[in-house]
Each structure stands twice: as structure tokens, then as C-alpha cells.
């Protein structure tokens, strides 16, 4: 992988921000690995709750495709080929598989990284999504860029062409070199969500396979006191054949007052149904996405159903313009190392069938506009 190789790179001046203060273990400091607890925190909350992982894949097929474009048609040809059959982790191809697993890195972790690799020759001839595990990131010196770092065991090793490097993060904080996640903020909703689902399995547990308590209550006579004993433990085996029978029916006979009751009977469970559903909002409210869109049937007008739609919409636009300057740098270095100097347009695909009817009426809106403008002129004069 390119990351390995050792290649002298030269050092570009930039200016240095005012705003970061020295300190003096700098060096100690500034590196930021990837390979937190958190990370693995946030892959155990999409196995443990459903919704979740969901959520995550229905955003990365809902970001929809996109296509490139040239102006020189020679470059569009060579561009559009490369695009359809670049290989990617060994097992995949195509960019847009790479982009699927960079995006849903980037939803998972907050920060996603990937590599241009290269042959002998130092053409792009596949794409490789890091894994963060052996990734940790380091401010420049320049006190502005960042530069990506590869953990081998206990060595670590500046990556050699970090041009050839990918790193995008969502929603950072000031300052900081990674993003957020967008779990961030689920694990203390789901751990209350994943409690009430365990006490749910253990009530049903206790429901599903009954527990009987057998009371043998002795007369007053000195009879029955001296054998009470015997007797309770000739009911207890008795009773025990009879509930270890299986499928045959065993009828079970005792002599004496003995009482048989469901242990937990009287207890009523309680009703889960209202705080699932306030855990469960927390966390769709955190996704963005329309609860019918994860088969929560929750009551929602058709009204309401829209605007959900549209602010999806938005959501989705956004994570696309975090996506494209990452697809851009591919297909410039490949455009680049092919010899062509045109540079690439990136066309998302429209998101749902809705936007090209809102689209639509829009330009039909604008249309009858500029004609009543048009005849309004000719009246003026």
C-alpha cells in the first residue's frame, strides 16, 4: 500500500494560526489516535440496537449516486471507466462501493480515511478504506494541515504521500482533528433502551416457563406435625415427576392441604410501550430520518410526511458536500496522472422522485413569472 512506502516529500510553507498556543509537550499532544474506545463503543451500539445500524444504512443508500464529467471527451471516456471498474479493498469495484464504506465510516466514527493507491508506475489503480484501528492523525507543523500517521504494531510511521491520502470529518469541534460521530450522544438513550428490552426477555422468561410455590400446611394434630417433614418431601417429588413429564399428562394426587400457586402471578408487568417510544424518538430525532422510514408506524399526517421528506432532503445534501471534494481529489489524481488537465464535475443524483416534481414546478412557477413580467413591460409601454 502506498501508506508503507517511504518517499521523501517536500515541506510547503503555509502561514501559522494565531489562535494555537504552544505547549510544551507538543509533540505528545498533538497526536490523536483514532483507535479509542469510543469507536468500538459506537460498532457495539449498531450490533445491540437495530434501529440504529438501520438508520446508518438507510443514510448511504439514501445519499443516492452521482456521476463524473469531463469537458474533453477523451478524458470523460477514461474517467468514466475508471470510475466503473476501479478496484477498492480487493473484493469490490467501482468508486461507489469506496464511498459507501468511507461514508458509513464516517457516520459510525465521526472520521473517515482512505488511499489512492498506486503501481509501480505511480498511476491510481485502486482505493483502500484505512481502518482507524492503526490510523492516528498529527497537526502539522505549520499549525494548520493535518498528517496521517500508520500504527505497525509499536512503530509509528509518517504516511509517506499523504497527496494520496483521504481524510474527511463530520461535524468537528474547534480545534479538534477528528469529528464527532453521529451516535454521539445514543450510548446513555440505548443503554436505558437495551435495559428495558433485557427486563422485557426476563419477565417473559419467568411468564413463558411458570414457577409454581407448593405449600403443604400441616394440621393441628401431633401426626401430621411429626411427619410434615416426610410428607413435604414425598409432594416435592411427586410434583417434580409431574412437571419434568414433558408433552405427557401426569396427573398429580396429594393428601393433605396442600396449596399450589403461579409464583409472580399477581404481579402486573409494566408497560414498555411509552418509554421504548421516548428512547426510540431520541434516537431518530439524532439520525434525521422520517420514523416510517424505519418501520415505526407512529401516527404523521401526510402533511407532516412532506416536511419530514424535505428536511431529510437537506440532511442528505449535506453529507453530500462533505463526500464530493473527497470524489473530486480521485478523479483529479487519475485525470492527472493520465496527462489530462481538465478538471472533473461531480452530478449527484436526484435524492427521490419528489424532488424532480418539486424541481418541475418550480421551473414551471418561474416560468409563468417572467411571462407576466414580460406582458406587465409590454403594458408599461
Excluded at 54 to 65: D, E, H
Excluded at 227 to 232: G, I, L, P, S
Excluded at 329 to 346: D, E, H, M
Aim: hydrophobic share 40%.
Amino acid at each position: 500500500m502506498g501508506l508503507f512506502k517511504n518517499r521523501k516529500q517536500e515541506r510547503i510553507s503555509a502561514p501559522v494560526t494565531q489562535s494555537r498556543g504552544s505547549q510544551t509537550f507538543g509533540m505528545l499532544d498533538g497526536y490523536v489516535p483514532l483507535g479509542a474506545p469510543q469507536l468500538r463503543l459506537y460498532k457495539a451500539l449498531r450490533e445491540a440496537v437495530p434501529v440504529i445500524d438501520a438508520a446508518v444504512f438507510k443514510l448511504v443508500r439514501l445519499t443516492g449516486g452521482f456521476r463524473v464529467e469531463c469537458s474533453d471527451a477523451q478524458a470523460n471516456e477514461a474517467l468514466e471507466e475508471f470510475v466503473e471498474s476501479v478496484p477498492v479493498g480487493g473484493n469490490r469495484q467501482g468508486i461507489a462501493a469506496f464511498v459507501s464504506s468511507y461514508f458509513e465510516q464516517l457516520l459510525t466514527c465521526g472520521t473517515a480515511i482512505g488511499e489512492i493507491v498506486t503501481d509501480a508506475d505511480g498511476m491510481p489503480c485502486a482505493l483502500f478504506n484505512a481502518p482507524l484501528e492503526s490510523i492516528e492523525l498529527k497537526r502539522a507543523d505549520n499549525g494548520f494541515e493535518v498528517e496521517i500517521y500508520v500504527r505497525n504494531g509499536c512503530e509509528l510511521k509518517k504516511a509517506p504521500r499523504q497527496e494520496l491520502c483521504l481524510l474527511s470529518v463530520l461535524n468537528p469541534e474547534p480545534g479538534a482533528l477528528t469529528g464527532n460521530s453521529l451516535l454521539k450522544g445514543m450510548p446513555f438513550v440505548s443503554g436505558i433502551l437495551l435495559r428495558i428490552f433485557e427486563s422485557i426477555g426476563a419477565n417473559w422468561d419467568r411468564v413463558g416457563n411458570l414457577r409454581f410455590a407448593v405449600t403443604y400446611n400441616p394440621k393441628n394434630d401431633a401426626m401430621d406435625r411429626a411427619y410434615a417433614k416426610d410428607r413435604a418431601l414425598q409432594v416435592a417429588k411427586e410434583w417434580g415427576e409431574a412437571m419434568q413429564s414433558g408433552s405427557e399428562i401426569k396427573d398429580f394426587v396429594a393428601v393433605g392441604d396442600v396449596q399450589i400457586k403461579v409464583i409472580g402471578a399477581d404481579n402486573q408487568i409494566l408497560d414498555s410501550e411509552v418509554p421504548v417510544r421516548h428512547m426510540l424518538e431520541q434516537i431518530v430525532a439524532k439520525t434525521g430520518i422520517p420514523p416510517f422510514m424505519l418501520g415505526l408506524s407512529w401516527s404523521s399526517t401526510e402533511r407532516m410526511s412532506s416536511q419530514q421528506a424535505d428536511a431529510l432532503t437537506s440532511e442528505l445534501e449535506a453529507y453530500r458536500r462533505i463526500l464530493t471534494p473527497v470524489i473530486r481529489k480521485i478523479c483529479v489524481a487519475f485525470l492527472r496522472s493520465r496527462g489530462y488537465s481538465c478538471n472533473p464535475q461531480i452530478v449527484w443524483d436526484n435524492i427521490t422522485l419528489q424532488d424532480e416534481v418539486e424541481l418541475g414546478r418550480a421551473r414551471l412557477y418561474n416560468a409563468q413569472a417572467a411571462k407576466l413580467e414580460a406582458e406587465n413591460e409590454k403594458r408599461g409601454e
